[in-house]
């Protein structure tokens, strides 16, 4: 039987996820479904359908999806669960929380975070903040599974096109509704599908040096801005560029760590990283045993400097 | 309102874990166990409702071992007013353990039941949407602000790029974050004072059936580690290295 991925979208685009998930189904089934749920989304249906790969769209486009719901994204999934395998959602907020309502609907165990396919039934991840790798193998008939995108390279798109097909809608399940969001407005690239990231800690001091800071070596290098918990919580970056195991898990090509300690929360967010660079005042902060280039100096100095010979 | 608080034991969050050389987990023998640090929000969240007058009464519940008590006493000297404890000797998984907490449910019928979003061994962020699912009620994950209404939860939620503000009617499920609040630290009076409270013991099996593992874990080892770095003592040093060793500039 085929697989099934959970899309995520933004009604007119298939997010970046998406690609890396197909990337992960095609190594357990070359038979790869893509469900698009949402409101207006034919848009994000007819680039799912280019996605190489990928053999078929089923497309369900109504209100009640718009806001992606767990309550009304999980019957669905059920609904068409009896044709699939293997459900597979990504490790993003949104697949995190609804793969798990989904699963427990099926009466089936979920396996999170996979970041890699060994077989069909058999995959390994992260434990412990990433301080440990558990291969584990499934022993329910369905699996339902979410997918590290950084563990997966993304699929490229093609000029074919799988057939979109329509899925009716479910009824709404009336037990939660959308008051509104809050999301921030960024004019740099995503975190984590980013090439290059530059994070700051807490010895950025504030809100206005971490950007004063940090900005301009980010400009320089078309990189994503990320932060530390610690410059999270004192407020000197958003909630969102929070990097580490409860933020998010980025594997750049470079990562760039300013005034960051390295505690094992954060390493377990960042240590994938194909080169990481450490700048810290401390030659003994636990960064620098992960970091491939350190240099230890005053941030306010060492970073305008590298800005400025790039 | 009743607010019931799922909580775990879990390897203190500062332990550096140690893979067993066998391959077959982590060596938790001698190490120290700690409350879950989301769960620790959980608890605090529902004592500062019950602060404002707005809960009247917490219970803290865990799943697993005897030895689980321990975290249940820490949950009651942080304010909790009394604790179950469904044992089982079985290795528990997530879709085991909402089992048991619906059973939980059916007998404490609280309005509003907060976990945390996960737990920091397992790493899984499971269980509270398995839970919601299972009760058939709403749920809100990695909640940093729960305002309450009439028959209803407002919450607002991390997502990626921000936050979205969900409505829930209640009964429902709330997993925590980490910026829901700054949990309290259990004062020595009231750690002296939880040992009087109320912590019963419920035999899991009596709460749910089939609690057998469905995913079996075949080894678990340790991360390939980064070979050692340099340090470097200039920037100009650094970008040549950048540039012409690593080759990502």
Redesign the interface.
């Known amino acids: 039987m085929s697989v099934l991925i959970i899309a995520e979208h933004d009604a007119g685009s298939i997010k970046s996820a998406t690609f890396n998930s197909v990337s992960a189904a095609l190594l357990i089934n070359a038979d790869v479904h893509v469900l698009v749920a949402g409101l207006t989304c034919g848009a994000a249906a007819e680039q799912a359908a280019k996605i190489n790969g990928v053999t078929k769209v089923l497309l369900a486009d109504a209100e009640i999806f718009q806001h992606s719901l767990a309550e009304n994204l999980a019957p669905l999934v059920i609904g068409l669960a009896s044709s699939y395998d293997h459900i597979v959602f990504n490790a993003t907020a949104q697949g995190k929380n609804v793969a798990p309502r989904v699963s427990a609907l099926l009466d089936v165990a979920q396996i999170s975070d996979i970041t890699k396919v060994i077989s069909a039934d058999t995959f390994e991840r992260p434990i412990y903040a990433g301080n440990a790798i558990a291969t584990v193998q499934a022993t329910d008939s369905k699996i339902v599974i979410t997918v590290r995108s950084t563990a997966f390279d993304a699929v490229s798109t093609g000029p074919q096109s799988a057939p979109i097909v329509m899925v009716d809608a479910v009824v709404d399940s009336g037990l939660s509704s959308f008051v509104g969001a809050n999301t921030i407005s960024s004019d740099r690239p995503e975190l984590i599908s980013a090439k290059v990231i530059v994070s700051g800690g807490r010895a950025l001091g504030s809100s206005e040096s971490y950007q004063r800071v940090l900005t301009p070596l980010a400009e320089k290098l078309g990189a994503a801005m990320g932060a530390s918990r610690a410059a999270v919580d004192s407020g000197y970056a958003p909630n969102d560029a929070q990097v580490g195991q409860t933020g998010k898990i980025v594997a750049p090509d470079l990562y760039i760590a300013v005034g960051i300690s390295g505690a094992i929360q954060h390493l377990a967010g960042m240590k994938d990283s194909k080169v990481i660079v450490a700048i810290n005042n401390d030659p003994d902060a636990p960064i620098f045993n992960v970091a491939d280039y350190g240099i230890v100096g005053d941030l306010y100095e060492l970073v305008p400097e590298l800005a400025a010979a790039l | 309102m009743k607010v019931l608080v799922a909580v775990k034991r879990v ?1 203190d ?1 500062n332990v ?2 140690r ?1 067993k050389s066998d391959g077959s987990g ?1 060596d938790l023998s001698g190490v120290k166990m700690s409350l879950n640090p989301f769960d620790e929000i959980g608890i605090e969240e529902a004592v500062r409702l019950k602060e404002k007058g707005i809960a009247t009464e917490v219970i803290a519940v865990t799943c697993g071992t005897q030895a689980c008590q321990d975290v249940l006493r820490t949950a009651l000297a942080l304010g909790a007013d009394r604790a179950v404890l469904a044992e089982t000797d079985v290795e528990l ?3 085991a353990v ?1 089992k048991i907490l619906k059973g939980l449910i059916a007998k404490e019928a609280p309005d509003l039941v907060i976990l945390g ?2 737990a ?15 009760l ?7 909640a ?1 602000r729960i305002e309450t209404e009439t028959g209803a939860v ?1 919450v607002s ?13 209640l009964p ?1 499920v709330v997993t925590t ?3 829901l609040n700054e949990p309290r630290y259990a004062s020595l009076p009231s750690i002296m004072k939880a040992k009087k409270k109320p912590l019963e013991i419920i035999s899991a099996s009596d709460l749910a059936t089939d609690l057998a ?11 390939t580690t ?1 070979k ?9 040093e ?2 040549d ?2 540039k012409n060793e ?1 080759k ?2």
């Open positions: 390897i969050y550096k874990v893979v982590v998984q997530p879709l909402a979003k996960q920091i061994d397992d790493d899984c962020n499971q269980t509270g949407q398995m839970l919601s699912a299972t058939g009620w709403g749920q809100a994950t990695f940093s407002l939620r991390e997502i990626d790029g921000g936050m979205e503000t969900l409505r829930l009617t429902a974050d980490l910026r593992p469905r995913i079996k874990t075949l080894s678990v080892t340790e991360p980064r050692a770095g340099v340090k470097v003592a200039s920037i100009t650094l970008v290295k950048l690593a990502v500039i």
